[in-house]
């Protein structure tokens, strides 16, 4: 969890917002660490977090979980974090058999627009806790990328049908949260991200923009954080506040300042 950035977005743990979808987004450069930023804070906040990673291993992100000041470990194993590891389940499909349908059993099919098996497995995992239980504050769901479900074969109506019946669960009727990446490949000729990528922008609360800057590479500047509000009561209104930071990436924590305001350039 970066502080810098909970300051920019007024939030923190003991006040996390609930039923609200976060887009993130990176354009010519790397967002995962708005991905870091968001698992650390929900885990912090004490809140049920069903992560679905595609993009690296579950130990890649506990070490990173480790320099934020979080165990992915041990929340895994007192059961506040559910993780589907995407790199390691893929192969499951296809060389193992499986009791029940796996979450990317889409990937054996010849209908590659079936998702469902995926939601089913989000809702389970965080399906409301028995009595007895340990009592989670809200449940999360954290999706690292959902770009790489198109290179899979997904199309992008089918991965905005899994957010939808998602939003319906988790936001509405459970009361949580989501978060979801998708990347900006700049292709105005990749219709199937562009339609992702829009349909979940008229959906989002808030999207945090990574953006890569337009002058190169910088070693004391890399990138620029563009920050989009919506008003809740308001779904279908325009963007009603934005404010845009340059960042730069440090080993534990992420350096916001105003463009041009650089300590390095002071």
């Not at 996390?16 to 790397?30: M, P």
């Not at 499986?98 to 998702?115: C, G, V």
């Not at 004391?220 to 008003?231: C, E, S, Y």
């Amino acid at each position: 969890m970066f502080p810098e950035l909970n300051n920019l977005l007024n939030t923190t743990p003991d006040r996390a917002e609930q039923g609200k979808l976060t887009l993130l987004c990176d354009d010519n450069t790397d967002g995962s660490f708005l991905v870091h930023h968001f698992l650390s804070f929900y885990l912090k906040a004490n809140c049920k977090v069903c992560f679905v990673a595609l993009i690296q291993s579950f130990s890649h992100y506990n070490i990173v979980g480790q320099k934020l000041g979080v165990s992915l470990t041990a929340a895994r194993e007192c059961g506040q974090l559910v993780f589907l590891e995407g790199l390691k389940s893929s192969v499951d499909v296809f060389f193992r058999a499986q009791a029940e349908p796996h979450p990317l059993q889409f990937l054996r099919e010849a209908n590659t627009e079936n998702l469902q098996p995926l939601y089913e497995f989000v809702r389970e995992a965080l399906k409301p806790m028995d009595d007895g239980e340990t009592a989670w504050r809200c449940p999360v769901l954290l999706v690292d990328d959902l770009s790489v479900l198109l290179s899979l074969g997904a199309g992008a109506v089918a991965v905005l049908d899994f957010i939808h019946y998602c939003r319906a669960t988790v936001c509405w009727e459970r009361k949580g949260n989501i978060v979801a990446l998708v990347h900006d490949s700049g292709d105005t000729e990749d219709e199937e991200n562009n339609i992702l990528l829009n349909g979940l922008s008229h959906q989002s609360h808030l999207i945090l923009r990574a953006e890569g800057l337009a002058t190169g590479f910088c070693k004391d500047v890399h990138g620029q954080l563009r920050i989009l509000w919506r008003t809740p009561s308001q779904p279908t209104a325009q963007w009603d506040r934005s404010l845009t930071y340059q960042y730069k990436i440090q080993d534990k924590s992420v350096s916001f300042f105003a463009k041009g305001m650089s300590p390095a350039v002071l």
